[in-house]
T-cell receptor
Framework: DTAVSQTPKYLVTQMGNDKSIKCEQN?????MYWYKQDSKKFLKIMFS???????INETVPNRFSPKSPDKAHLNLHINSLELGDSAVYFC???????????????FGPGTRLTVL | QKEVEQDPGPLSVPEGAIVSLNCTYS??????FMWYRQYSRKGPELLMY????GNKEDGRFTAQVDKSSKYISLFIRDSQPSDSATYLC????????????FGPGTSLSVIP
């Protein structure tokens, strides 16, 4: 059983297109994240949702729009794709109780996005 | 100064060696510490996490945190070729939300 799953695993698309990546976790966690890992392997947070509420929104172009229909799902929609968007996008989740230290994050397998 | 610094390597050791991987961080407000292992073309896999200074052991892995020096380490005993991967340290602080900062990772190769 995959704890954090992402679809698709690979995504190749033309510049200017709009695409979505989906993430689901079956761990019962409250918090979900999107990270971007660039070609230099640097992992950087983009967004975080806690119980469907956006709690972290880093300096990400507004072409990127996350959406959490419920606490087990977090999707990422990207408009007008650019060459620089090519990267691996990871979804993660963590247990988090309000008012206390959160738990560690568990990652999905990643979506490798290539923009041509 | 970056929030988390980590020697990117690559680090190459013979099988059976003890491996030491290190990170330093700049902000004493960070309160919990994690180590992740990432195989090529895979997602980061949580190895260990701790909230306190001192050592935490799990099998061949030992995580060490020195909050006074803002220094964290991961030791791998009896290293195996299957340990060849990139190791990422990660640190976090409690604010109104949990923001985790990842180090750039150290690439490790264990040679049979």
């Amino acid at each position: 059983d995959t704890a954090v799953s992402q679809t698709p695993k690979y995504l190749v698309t033309q510049m200017g297109n709009d695409k979505s990546i989906k993430c689901e976790q079956n761990l019962g966690h409250d918090t979900m994240y999107w990270y971007k890992q660039d070609s230099k392997k640097f992992l950087k947070i983009m967004f975080s949702y806690n119980n469907k509420e956006l709690i972290i929104n880093e300096t990400v172009p507004n072409r990127f729009s996350p959406k959490s229909p419920d606490k087990a799902h977090l999707n990422l929609h990207i408009n007008s794709l650019e060459l620089g968007d090519s990267a691996v996008y990871f979804c993660a989740s963590s247990p988090r109780t309000s008012g206390s230290l959160g738990g560690p994050q568990y990652f999905g397998p990643g979506t490798r996005l290539t923009v041509l | 100064q970056k929030e988390v610094e980590q020697d990117p390597g690559p680090l190459s050791v013979p099988e059976g060696a003890i491996v030491s991987l290190n990170c330093t961080y700049s902000n004493s407000a960070f309160q919990y510490f994690m180590w992740y292992r990432q195989y090529s073309r895979k997602g980061p896999e949580l190895l260990m996490y701790t909230y306190s200074s001192g050592n935490k052991e799990d099998g061949r892995f030992t995580a060490q945190v020195d909050k006074s020096s803002k220094y964290i380490s991961l030791f791998i005993r009896d290293s195996q070729p299957s340990d060849s991967a990139t190791y990422l340290c990660a640190i976090a602080m409690k604010t109104s939300y949990d923001k985790v900062i990842f180090g750039p990772g150290t690439s490790l190769s264990v040679i049979p």
